[in-house]
Each structure stands twice: as C-alpha cells, then as structure tokens.
Nanobody
C-alpha cells in the first residue's frame, strides 16, 4: 500500500483546509486509517482515526469539534476537513493505514504511512 497525502498549505487562523490521503497498490476499504501530525523536536501526535466497517471515528481532544475525518472507499481515499484552524495546528500532517479492525491512536499501530503534507496556520 502506498499513501499520498496532499492539501496542506498556508492559511490564516480561523480558516479551513481539507487534506486528502490517496491510497494505491491495493484497496484500503478494510483498513483502519488515521491522521497524525508532527512538529520539529516533538513526537508524532495522533489527530484522528476512522475504522472501515462502521466508519466509527475518534479524535484527539485538541481537534475535537473542529476537524472531521472521513473516507470514500470507492475512491480509496481518506480526508481530514480542518476548520477553525489555530496557529498550534501548524505541523506536518501524515496519513496512515493498517489492516486491522479497530481504531489505533498510536503511530506503532500503523504499518503504512504517507509522506506528509505541511500545514501552516498564521496568527
């Protein structure tokens, strides 16, 4: 499985961005998928995750109510709609996938990773 993240960019505080994660190589329709983010000198941080069988979602407290994760299995793509962005959301955002039933909130739970897309929120 290859993952390609896109959609990052520069946005003012309060603005919105939509990240995409396109999978190729095989279908990820039965994979749990997630988004993580990382800033220099810090560990990779969980943002959101979604499972495949009932589309259940889980969010980090820091993004709950502002970010929405979704997936389109027909397009083999996952999305992260980010609204009300804050300067502290600035990071490289990574998408991840793993052939598992349940949602996992730690990076070690995911086998496949995208290359990352930079989100910069100016104040």
């Amino acid at each position: 499985v290859q993952l390609q993240a896109s959609g990052g960019g520069l946005v003012q505080a309060g603005g919105s961005l939509r990240l995409s994660c396109a999978a190729s190589g095989r279908t990820v329709s039965t994979y749990a998928m997630g988004w993580f983010r990382q800033t220099p000198g810090k560990e990779r941080e969980f943002v959101a995750a979604i499972n495949w069988y009932d589309r259940s979602t889980y969010y980090a407290d820091s993004v709950k109510g502002r970010f929405t994760i979704s997936r389109d299995n027909a397009k083999n793509t996952m999305y992260l709609q980010m609204n009300s962005l804050k300067p502290e959301d600035t990071a490289v955002y990574y998408c991840a996938a793993d052939n598992r039933l349940t949602i996992v909130v730690t990076p070690k739970g995911y086998h496949y990773w995208g290359q990352g897309t930079l989100v910069t929120v100016s104040s």
